[in-house]
């Protein structure tokens, strides 16, 4: 055994010592990691998923949130069935139009930036700073820009025309909070088709202006199609934005009126939870929500994998 074992290590072989050291640097190394991601993992369960499943029971039960009474589906059922509900829904449907304009100013000033126009890292700066603002700070800003005795209607009446009542008509609320969320994102979009500007090799540029391509055509034949990947996750993050991050907007500059014209569902979450003595509908709803999120996720990101193939 001993000449065996020998001729094994003259031959270039590894004794089998040393594994069980680096069987034990393995565990050591996962023990760790462990702990390295433990504190994350904790705020995680505590602040995120235990209050996730909380709401799912609530979901279940008519509550004042002291007592609880197992209600099963009826909280869904009469939200399924509530024209309340289908109407808030259309509403979010209308503030989907801010996406290609979000996009479309995002991609003209992306560009721009990316063919380094004169003073582009100072603009990079100025664009992204609505982003930095919360959506309170917004929508304060622009309930003073078109309330009555606001700047817009004061360059109305200084043009001859009428004070115009943009919150006392839905579709002029709607357009209004369409305008600040074009405002507050377009930046940040900016610099992340920037981002994909970047990764794009000059050579084939320089290779197309060679050849005779001009502006457009390189646009059109060499930018976007090297960025769709891009956009698609520009446009994906828009559409979850539109249906999930709508609430400071409405809440500062309509508060959901006039009636229900401007109430969005995140808005009508928070209504129904606590406008009543029973948190289980305003549950029920957070839930159809999250779950309508998650189908809508999936279907873009096949979508645009479809695109790409």
């Given amino acids: 055994m001993t000449l065996v074992h020998k001729a094994g290590a003259a031959a270039g072989h590894p004794a089998a010592a040393p594994r069980p050291r680096k069987s034990a640097m393995k565990r050591r190394e996962r023990t760790v990691g462990f702990l390295a991601v433990l504190p994350a993992l904790v705020v995680v369960v505590g602040f995120m998923l235990y209050p996730t499943l909380f709401a799912l029971y609530i979901s279940f039960t008519k509550t004042n949130g002291i007592s609880f009474k197992w209600v099963g589906l009826n909280n869904y059922v009469q939200l399924l069935t509530d024209p309340l509900v289908h109407t ?174 401007t109430t969005t569902i995140d808005y009508l979450v928070y209504l129904k939870a606590f406008s009543t003595s029973n948190l289980g509908p305003g549950a029920a709803l957070a839930v159809l929500l999250f779950v309508f999120i998650g189908i809508l996720t999936v279907l873009q990101n096949r979508a645009f994998r479809i695109q790409e193939d």
């Fill in 88 to 261: 808030v829904f259309i509403n979010n449907l209308k503030f989907l139009v801010s996406i290609p304009l979000v996009i479309f100013l995002a991609l003209i000033v992306s560009v721009l930036m990316f063919e380094r126009i004169r003073g582009w890292k100072y603009f990079r700066v100025i664009f992204f700073l609505p982003n930095v603002l919360s959506a309170v700070v917004i929508g304060v800003m622009f309930k003073q820009l078109f309330g009555y005795y606001g700047v817009v209607n004061t360059i109305v009446v200084g043009l001859g025309g009428e004070r115009i009542e943009f919150f006392t008509n839905g579709s002029l609320a709607i357009m209004v909070i369409i305008l600040a969320l074009v405002w507050s994102g377009f930046g940040y979009q900016a610099l992340l088709l920037l981002s994909g500007l970047e990764a794009i090799d000059p050579a084939v540029y320089e290779a197309a202006a060679l050849d005779g391509a001009g502006w457009w055509k390189r646009l059109w034949y060499i930018t976007l199609p090297n960025i769709r990947r891009v956009l698609g996750f520009v446009f994906i993050i828009n559409v979850l934005y539109t249906f999930s991050s709508l609430f400071g907007f409405v809440f500062v500059m309509t508060a959901g009126g006039p009636g229900y014209d």
